[in-house]
Each structure stands twice: as C-alpha cells, then as structure tokens.
C-alpha cells in the first residue's frame, strides 16, 4: 500500500495505546516524583520532553496521562454512538410524532455550540471526571441522531428494500439484514471523527479545569499547568498539546481513508 | 414580496425555538445542586437569619408553585429580564451588555478571517497543482484537529514571547484582537475549506460542469460561475453553526489571553453556579441561533433559485 | 473535403489499462449527419469526448488524430481547445437536467457561449439569446431566458441545450444521446428541432445513439460502434437493412420494433393457455398527500379510478409516458403502497383486508420485477443468497440444489452465484432478479420496466427470458413499460396510461396498430421506425 499518512496515523495510533496500556514500560520514571535538582530544565536526554517545576519528568507524565485522556474521549464518543444511534434508528424507523418530536429536540441541542453544551453539563453536574465524559457525550450526540435517522430513511427508500418485502422477508428481518448493515457505513466512519472531536472536547474541558484533580493529569490539565511557562518553560505546554494534536490527527487522517473508500 | 412573507413565516417558526431554549435554561435552574439562596447569602457576613431566607426566597419568587415560577420566568424572560447575578448581584442584562461588544468584535474578526481564509484555501486547492494542491488539502485537518487552547499558548510564545509582535493578554486596541481572533478562526477556518473543497470537488463531477466546458469555458469561470455557488448551500449552512462555535472557542480564547468578553462571563457563572447568568447567555445564545438561522435562510433563497420557503430544510 | 477526419483514434481509460477505443476513424463532411450507433461500453461517448477534448482526466490518447478543418485538434492543448469549443464545434448533452446549471438563468446558460468567445457585448449576448431560444422553439423566449431550468419542462431544457450549442454557430455539433432521458413524444419533437436547425444553419451533426431507428430516420451516414471499434458504416438504408458484421446483424435483430410480433416461448410454442380471471382491479385510486409540517399539504393523484383484469398465462402491458402512474399501479397490486380507493381482487380475495402475517403469505403469489436491477439487490449478498432468501422466508425449500436449478432456469450460470451484485453485469444483475421473483413459485409476476435500463440485445434476452418462464411456469404477467416497441414483443393486452387514468384498453393486435385515443396514436407515432422488418 502507498499510503504513507495512513501507515504514519497507524503508528501513533499504537503508541498511544501503548501509553493507554502499559504506560510504566514506556516510561519507567513515576510521574509524580519530585526532583528539586531539576527544576524546569528543557528537553534532554535523560528528560526527552524536559521537567516541570517540581521537577517531575514531564515525558512520564505526559506517558501516564494518556489513559486518562484516551479514556474518557473513547466512553463519550461511545456513549454519544449508542445512544445517537438508538434514538436516530427509533425516529427514522418509527417515524410520525415521536420521530417530530426526538428531531425537534435534536435542533434544540445543535443551537447551542457544543463546548457551551459541555459546560452547561458540568454546570449542572459539577466537575469530575465522569461528568467531563458525559458532558462531551451529551455535547456529541446529535450529529449521530441526524445522520442515523437520515441514513435509515434513505436506505428505507432504496429498491432492495422494498424487494426483500416483496420476496417475504418479514419487517424484523428486513431491518436486521438489509437496513441496518447498508446504514452503518457513514455511522461508523463517523464514530471515527467523533473520537476524535471528543478528544478535542474533553482535554479542552481539563485544560478549564474540570477534568482530574492534581496530582492526577490528562493531556489538557497538563497545558493548563504549564500555562504560567508560558515564554520560559515553553515544553511545558508544547509536547502535552503536542500529544492531543498528534493523537486527533491520525485518528482523523483515518477516518478520510476510510471515508474515502 | 416573497421574501418579506418569508422572512415572517421564518420568525413565527422561531418562536418555538425560542420557547424551547427558555424552558432548557428553566430546567437547567431546577436540575442544578444546591440552594441558589444559600448561595446568595453566604460570604455576606454572618450567617443568615431563616427569616432573611424565607424573604430573599419570597422575593426571587421560589416559594411559588413550579408551574407559577416557570411563567414566570417566560414573561420576565420575554421581557429581557432574568433577574440578577447570584454572584455579584449586578442585574444579569447589564453584566451580558457589558462584556458582550468586546466578544462581538472578536467573533466577527475570526468570522472575517474564517471566511477569507477557508474560501480562499478551497479554492486554491481546486486550481493549485502539485505541492500547493496537497498543502491546501492537508492544512485543514491540521487546522481542525488542534484544539484552540493549545494553538493559543503557542501564539503566545511564539508572537508575544519571542517576536513581540502582539500582546499576550488584554483587549486594547486592534493589537489585542489579533492573536485571540487567529485562535478562534483556525479550526473555523479548516472546517469551511474542507467542506468547501469537498462539495466544489463533487460538482466538479456533475454534467453542467462538462456543459460549461463544453461551451469553451476556462477554470476560473467554470470554477467562479458554475461551480462555487452550486457548491455553496452546505458551505452556508456551516458558517451558521460557525458563528456558535466562535463564541463557545471564546471561552478558551478569552481564558487564555485574559480577555473579558462572554466566554469568560460564562465559565465564572458554571464557576460559581451563577444561575440567572448562565440563563440570560443561553437565552441570548437562542436569539442568536434563530437570527443566524435566518440569515442562513436568506442565504440560501438568493443562492439557490429551487429553494422556496415551503422546502427550505432536508 | 471533410470537416472532421478522425483516424486511428485510440484512447484508454485507467492509465492504459481499460481500451476504450482501438483505432476508429470516423469521417463528417461539412453539413452532413453522422449516427454513431452502439451498445453501452462500444466507445461512442469517449469518442464524442475525445473530439471535443473533454475526455476525463483518467483517460489517455494513445494514437491516432482527430482533424478538423485541416488542424489536428488532439495537438490543440486545453488552451487551443477552448477556443474551438463552443465555437467550432459544440455539444448537446445527455441528460438535460443535468447538464443545465440550476442556479443560473437558462438565457444567461445560452449567452454564456457569446460572452466565453467575445462574441457579443453584456447586452448584446442577452438579446441574441432570447433570439436563439425564440429559433429554439420557445414562443414566449424573453419570459423563458429568465426562468431557472427547475422551471422548465425536460424537453424545454434539452431545447434550451441545443439553442446554447447552436449559439456560436458552430460547423459542428456532436449530439451525445440527446434524448434518451426523454419521453417518446418529446423526443420526437426535440430530434425534429435540432435536425432541422442544423439542417438549416448548415451545420454538420453527429448524433450519438443506442437507438437504431433514431438513426434510420435522421441521418445520412451511419456508423456502427462495438468494443472500441468502428465495425461497420455507410447509409442507413443498407447498413440497417443488409447489415455485413454479425454485431451489426445481432443489433438490428435484437432491436424492438412495433413490426415485430409478440414472441413465442421456444420451449413450448405459442401460449394459448389463458384461463379464468386472476386479478380483477377496479376503481383504484392512489392520492398522496405531502404531509411535511408547516408546508401547505399538497394532494397529488398518482392512479384515478383504474380498472383491468388479468387472466391466468395472460400478459397484460400497462403502457404510459413518465409521471403516467405505472410504477404507483405496480407497488399498489404487491402492496407496496396502500390504495387510497378501489379494490384489488386476487384470486377472488381482496388484497386491502389482508395484514401482517397474511399479506406477507400472499407475496408468495404475486412477485415484482423491478426496473433497475442493480438498485433492487442488496449490495452485500452474493446471488446465492439473494435467491435463496426468498425461498427461506417463504419456509421452502432453500438447498443448494434448488437455488442452482432456479439459476438454470434464468440462464445464470452457476458459477456466478458466489459474486454479489457488483460484480455482475445488468443483464446478469436482472436475472438473479427474476429468479428470486420466481423462485417461491408466484402466480402473478409484476414486471416494471424490466428491461428498460439495459443495452438492446440483454434486453431481447431478458424479454425472451421473461416469455418463457411465462409460458413454462404458467405466469400472468403485468408488463409496465414506456416502450410500446417492447410491448409489441410480449403483450397479449395493453392498457395505456395517461395522468393516472386508464384511457385506452384492448387486445395488443388492435391497440397498437388501429388505436382509439390520440394519446395512443402519439405514443405510436414517436416511436422511431426501422426501414427493414421481416421477422425474427
């Protein structure tokens, strides 16, 4: 295969699972321990991505903070997937009354940006980790609900529907063997956006400091910490950003070659 | 003629938007943990009295039926009024009408520089050959897969820190705006010229395009005449949710550059659990959606001869 | 001398490795109409293509020239090229609606040329085109230049094509299908307007068809296409009435004619089995109501109040022009939709009544064709399991055995059951089709326009097909078609469709040769004639 950006999206793809995995084989240097001799050196050998103020090896805390980061994008675009793709299926199947009113409250969740959406979440819920998942969750599920509930009714309409129920195929089956299968193409390459938009969601929402409490960090809290570097500790920033940029980029790379095809 | 009976009936289609939105924000206040009365009366010296409760309680309303308070809340909110802050007890319209000129003017900078940029990279990547081509192709998802505080702090180092070509923080003068509109505008930008690109590419595949050639039309004008404005209607229905999108971005932007603005105001009222806040910005943010909508609208009808007010959506 | 001298021409697709075209020469004098006649996939339209330099950017000129007026146009370049086009040599498209541009005015679509190759001013271009429309055949031209192309009619936006490849007064106009996305009536009378202005103007025309008696009747010269080659030419009258090459003989033979007669099963003979009634339709009625929320409902009657009767072995044809209401009659007798009036009585039991579980029993007895076999299977099913699927939702016998002797019974070979529907041809796509309508062993075989988007000579085969699976499993059959040429070949009855009323019914003999209604005899009268006819 000639195609490089996907071989490249592959391998930072694995190495961020590898972090997610099996973090202290990556880096062998505790996360939090504190090292007054080095305070804030610049990236070395012995500290590939240098030092924060503490001196804790920023590398192995950018390694550890993966799965967090990982972690809760993965649930809410899952959650946002399940649950879109129910009330998508439910609406475009059913359609009539209940489809008017799950699509009017599908309009009524897109006229609000989706960061806002999120915030307004962890306004009502506070701020923890779970609720940050639940707030990129609620935030992501509409685009599902539209783009199942038009995918079912399209398919509904191609001819080889009509003629499985024509040929005796009872409606169960039908949805089952014919409509589903032929929807979940542009759901699933989908799916693959919305992970990495939920990456981009949540590590924004930890950036603002809603996400895990020190001396826990994901990618987001990580930048937030080495804001007050900023123009002395450059790396501080750099490599955890470095890392969400990186990581939404393959993902994202990926989901064009698949749409693509 | 028809476009003004259009524009009505858009309108009156808005106002079930808009009921919707007040009832989320009413709802929202309910779902919300904890005691907005307590809220309001702690740090302010002693502890309150049960009567100073049970008055403030009278006087905001909240000892009445639920269904009282939230017709209530409707007609007030009808009436710009969503009571005042909990926080600094500044009414909630004057704290949004104070802040909000200073987000306008940097959502629409980033507008501007979204629309210029990402047309303008479309484009480029329909006529560009070889390098060029790829770099317009490629640049969005870069552009798109950067989340806004990183791109923020980077600018910062970059062109505060070590060109010194724009201040990091503050909102004076045009300087200011610079370095917060970029951030803004960058991922705004990606997504407008992949989905610029993307639709200009499809039409590029349709039959009256092969007419137009056909006639001895060159690139520019297939491209300018024939393809851009077919290629537009998604185009236009993304600068729609752009405009949300910018202010939502302005949270970030705002944090980092310290700037004020309503992002900023937003994220202290989930802060504190400002309530009437958050209600007045996501009231303000229906109006919003239903103003764009229908400027989307508009657009659509003088893009697009086969759109009428009957089919406009789907 | 002649104005175009393509010779040699070779062109391949996917960088050399789909020929398309295998060296054809092709030769247009000034003023002369040239048909270039052939099957999908002959290479007639990449060598309307070629000529015009519009080839797709996957295609590559392997060899060969294309002269016209003394310069060789392939050694032009795009810049030298689009001073030719438009100019020199012009296009009439294919599908009129989508070869119009549909958010620009259709007057400014025809001044566009004037304007492209400085022929005009602003002012001037916008004048010359209401005149050009007004030559066109549009009486009210000055209202029309202004109309979006959604406002006009399909054989108005055809027109509106040939007034803007007329524009630059061209020497040449290559006309690629120009009418096979129209109905019979309107085709008739767009093919008579563009013969007769570049007859008049003196502009040399080559006219790109499927369809023999479109070039029997309008051009000069006639050159057959088959597989990238130039296999015969001359005038139409021999090439068509003493065709040389077998692919030329097979094209003609294959051709449906209203001389024709209908075609007999070579299994048994001619049918004579027609028995007792099997399905008595009357009063059917079918409204939709467009029921979006905040649009005015609009109420749109697909079938007024139609009535026929089919007899068991008989074939009724359902006969109409696009928007007639033949598709709507079909999915109402599978009960597909629900009729809004009227009764459909099967074997003497009214389909209305019957629900769930029961509806779905009595699909075992009436089967639907559909009109394009690629959209009608599922993408992911190989054809084995498509034909099997009916067979096992019926609960019948659905072994290995018995798919392979439904696939003989199409004609499918066996081999092909493992590929699914993408990697077989339309034929091929069309009789997995057939196979599965027959295979839970209906009585009534609903066909709709079974054979209308395939090449001429699958479609013989799959009407042959069709009339002897009639005739051995002792099918009745509705047979919805626009073509009455097709009909000829298999209807024992036909019903003909107008605004979804019924407005003439009879015996085949009698309707197509001694019609009632003028609509029938303007459905006949379009229909393109071949000089020849002795039968098959």
Not at chain 1, 188 to 202: H, I, N, P, Q, R
Not at chain 2, 66 to 76: K, S, T
Not at chain 2, 216 to 239: E, F, K, Q
Not at chain 3, 360 to 377: M, S
Request: with cysteine; aromatic share 4%; net charge positive.
């Amino acid at each position: 295969m000639k195609r490089p950006g996907v071989v490249l999206s592959l391998l930072v793809l694995a190495f961020v699972v590898a972090c997610v995995a099996v973090p202290g084989l990556l880096a062998p240097t505790p996360p939090d321990r504190i090292d007054p001799l080095v305070m804030l050196e610049p990236p070395s050998f012995a500290h590939p991505f240098g030092t924060d103020q503490l001196g804790r090896d920023l590398f192995s805390r950018v390694v550890h903070g993966a799965r967090m980061s990982v972690l809760v994008a993965l649930a809410a675009a899952s959650a946002s997937l399940v649950v879109g793709a129910l009330v998508g299926l439910v609406a475009g199947m059913l359609g009539g009354w209940l489809d008017a009113l799950l699509m009017r409250a599908v309009d009524v969740l897109l006229a609000f940006p989706a960061l806002l959406l999120s915030l307004a979440v962890i306004g009502i819920l506070g701020s923890s980790v779970v609720n940050v998942a639940v707030a990129v969750a609620v935030a992501g599920v509409a685009p599902y609900c539209r783009v199942v509930r038009a995918q079912v009714l399209h398919v509904r309409t191609r001819p080889f529907v009509a003629a499985a129920t024509v040929s005796g195929v009872r409606p169960s089956a039908v949805l089952v063997r014919h409509i589903i299968p032929n929807a979940a193409g542009p759901v699933l390459t989908l799916a693959l956006m919305s992970l990495g938009v939920a990456l981009l969601a949540s590590s924004s929402l930890s950036f603002l400091g809603f996400g895990p409490r020190p001396p826990d960090a994901d990618w987001g809290t990580l930048a937030s910490s080495g804001r007050d570097y900023v123009g002395t500790a450059w790396w501080l920033t750099a490599f955890p950003g470095l890392m969400v940029v990186c990581t939404t980029l393959a993902v994202t790379a990926l989901h064009r070659a698949v749409a693509r095809r | 003629m028809r476009r003004a009976g259009f524009v009505l009936r858009r309108l009156a289609s808005a106002v079930p938007v808009l009921v919707a939105v007040l009832t989320l924000s009413f709802v929202m206040m309910q779902l919300v943990p904890g005691d907005p009365v307590q809220t309001m009366l702690s740090g302010a010296g002693p502890a309150p009295t049960p009567e100073q409760e049970q008055a403030l309680r009278h006087q905001l309303g909240l000892d009445r039926p639920l269904h009282e308070q939230y017709f209530g809340f409707l007609a007030d909110a009808v009436r710009g009024d969503f009571g005042r802050s909990v926080q600094t007890g500044e009414p909630v319209v004057s704290a949004i009408s104070a802040v909000a000129p200073a987000s306008a003017e940097l959502a629409l900078f980033a507008l501007v520089l979204s629309l210029v940029f990402g047309v303008g990279i479309a484009v480029l990547g329909r006529v560009a050959t070889g390098p060029l081509r790829s770099l317009c192709h490629g640049v969005p998802v870069v552009f798109m897969s950067t989340p806004g505080y990183w791109v923020a702090l980077v600018l910062i180092e970059v062109f505060s820190f070590r060109l010194t070509w724009f201040p990091a923080t503050g909102d004076a003068g045009f300087g200011a705006l610079v370095l917060p509109a970029v951030t803004l505008a960058l991922p705004a930008i990606g997504v407008i010229a992949q989905v610029l690109g993307t639709s200009l590419a499809a039409v590029d595949a349709e039959a009256f395009v092969v007419t137009a050639r056909a006639k001895g039309a060159g690139r520019w004008r297939v491209l300018l005449r024939h393809a851009l404005r077919n290629a537009s209607i998604p185009t236009i229905t993304l600068v729609g949710t752009t405009v949300g999108n910018l202010l939502a971005a302005a949270v970030i932007a705002e944090t980092v550059f310290a700037r004020p603005g309503l992002g900023r105001l937003t994220l202290q009222a989930i802060t504190n659990h400002d309530i009437p806040v958050l209600q007045g910005v996501v009231a303000l943010l229906g109006v919003l959606y239903v103003v764009v909508n229908l400027l989307v609208d508009l657009c659509y009808v003088l893009v697009d001869p086969r759109v009428t007010a009957d089919r406009i959506r789907d | 001398m002649s104005l175009l001298a393509v010779r040699g021409l070779r062109v391949s697709f996917a960088g050399g490795r789909v020929p398309a075209l295998l060296g054809v020469d092709l030769t247009v004098r000034h003023g002369q109409t040239v048909a270039v006649v052939g099957e999908s996939g002959s290479g007639k339209t990449t060598l309307a293509r070629t000529v015009l330099g519009l080839l797709p950017s996957s295609a590559r000129v392997l060899g060969g020239s294309v002269e016209f007026g003394g310069r060789n146009l392939l050694a032009l370049g795009e810049r030298g090229m689009r001073a030719v086009r438009g100019r020199s040599i012009s296009l009439v498209p294919q599908d009129p609606t989508a070869a119009l541009n549909p958010v620009v005015p259709v007057g400014a679509q025809v001044a566009e040329v004037l304007r492209v190759h400085g022929l005009a001013s602003r002012r001037d271009a916008r004048r010359r085109a209401v005149e050009l429309l007004e030559v066109a055949g549009f009486p009210d031209a000055g209202v029309r230049a202004r109309q979006y192309p959604h406002e006009l009619s399909g054989g108005m936006r055809q027109r509106v094509l040939i007034a803007a490849a007329l524009a630059g007064r061209p020497d040449l106009i290559v006309a690629d299908e120009p009418t096979s996305a129209l109905d019979p009536t309107v085709q008739r009378q767009v093919l008579d307007h563009l013969t007769e202005l570049t007859r008049s103007s003196g502009t040399a025309l080559v006219l790109i068809t499927h369809d023999l008696g479109i070039a029997a009747e309008r051009a000069e010269h006639v050159v057959v296409m088959a597989d990238g080659e130039v296999v015969e030419e001359g005038p139409p009258a021999r090439v068509l009435d003493a065709p040389d090459h077998p692919r030329t003989r097979r094209l003609v033979a294959d051709a449906p004619s209203l001389n024709s007669t209908r075609l007999n099963s070579t299994l048994l003979g001619p049918s004579s089995a027609i028995g007792e009634t099997l399905l008595d339709v009357q009063g059917l009625t079918k409204v939709f109501t467009s029921s979006r929320f905040g649009a005015a409902r609009k109420r749109i009657t697909a079938v007024a109040d139609v009535a026929f009767t089919v007899a068991r072995g008989e074939t009724l044809a359902l006969v109409g022009e696009s928007g007639a209401g033949k598709s709507t009659v079909a999915r109402l007798l599978v009960r597909l939709e629900d009729a809004t009036a009227g009764r459909i009585l099967f074997d003497g039991a009214d389909l209305a009544a019957l629900r769930g579980e029961e509806l779905r029993r009595f699909r075992r007895r009436v089967q639907l064709v559909f009109q394009d076999p690629f959209t009608c299977l599922d993408p992911r099913y190989t054809a084995f399991d498509l034909i099997a699927e009916p067979l096992r939702a019926f609960g019948l016998d659905a072994s290995p055995a018995r798919v392979h002797e439904l696939a003989e019974q199409v004609a499918l070979p066996v081999g092909l059951l493992s590929r699914r529907p993408g990697e077989l041809s339309g034929g091929q796509c069309q009789r997995v089709a057939i196979a599965r309508a027959v295979a839970p062993g209906p009585d009534l075989l609903v066909c709709d326009e079974p054979a209308s988007s395939l090449d001429i000579s699958v479609q013989a085969q799959v009407l042959r097909l069709l009339v002897d699976l009639q005739a051995s499993l002792g099918l009745s059959l509705v047979f919805i078609s626009h073509d009455l040429a097709v009909v000829r070949q298999v209807a024992d009855r036909v019903a003909v469709l107008q605004a979804g009323r019924i407005v003439e019914t009879g015996p085949a003999d009698q309707v197509l040769t001694a019609p009632d209604h003028p609509h029938t005899r303007a459905l006949l009268s379009a229909v393109p004639h071949l000089p020849r006819r002795e039968p098959a």
